[in-house]
T-cell receptor, first 113, second 114 residues
């Protein structure tokens, strides 16, 4: 069965600092991996996705993620955060793309001015 | 209008009421989904529809009844709900071809059962 673990429930960083959000997955085959962001009271917006190929994936809003098969990880990074990045971030794994998405519990990101 | 639209955005209902949530996607997708997002729990997939046919029911209680009249519209009919059903209900859609698909989400309906 698929599962996703986001070890950090809440992270606080200063504006301008770098960010890394952790995601570990469990899945028997090559997974399809996603990062979504949710602002308060809003739905989920796709930041980036990995299906195959280059293991370093670029997304929107300056985010990137790296797929590391040996570590079963898909960590999200941003070199310099902005106050508008404060939100909740969800990692997801899909055996068949969008058809069977399993989400992590989310990491809430707070930005200090 | 573009994307995935959900109405209403907020709903308060009593345990004996019957109400419906509506979702409409303007993306030309062929698959639609209902998710439940409760506090302190991961998003839970409830139902999947492909080409208007239900292909997944993730052990959802019968007090939740989905309906997909066409590929653009999805409803969730609610009756005799419990307070623990209070949550954010999210609709999503995707274009299924090779399995390498991504889900596009609506803004959700915040449901409170009193």
């Amino acid at each position: 069965a698929q599962s996703v673990t986001q070890p950090d429930i809440h992270i606080t960083v200063s504006e301008g600092a770098s960010l890394e959000l952790r995601c570990n997955y469990s899945y028997g085959a090559t997974p399809y991996l996603f990062w979504y962001v949710q602002s308060p009271g809003q739905g989920l917006q796709l930041l980036l996705k990995y299906f195959s190929g280059d293991t370093l994936v670029q997304g929107i809003k300056g985010f990137e993620a790296e797929f590391k098969r040996s570590q079963s990880s898909f960590n999200l990074r941003k070199p310099s955060v902005h106050w508008s990045d404060a939100a909740e971030y969800f990692c997801a794994v899909g055996a068949k793309g969008a058809q069977k998405l399993v989400f992590g519990q989310g990491t809430r990101l707070t930005i200090n001015p | 209008e573009t994307g995935v639209t959900q109405t209403p955005r907020h709903l308060v209902m009593g345990m004996t009421n019957k109400k419906s949530l509506k979702c409409e996607q303007h993306l030309g997708h062929n698959a639609m989904y209902w998710y439940k997002q409760s506090a302190k729990k991961p998003l839970e997939l409830m139902f999947v529809y492909n080409f208007k046919e239900q292909t997944e029911n993730n052990s959802v209680p019968s007090r939740f009844s989905p309906e997909c009249p066409n590929s653009s519209h999805l409803f969730l009919h609610l009756h005799t709900l419990q307070p623990e059903d209070s949550a954010l209900y999210l609709c999503a859609s995707s274009q299924e071809r090779t399995g390498q698909s991504e889900a596009f989400f609506g803004q959700g309906t915040r449901l409170t059962v009193v």
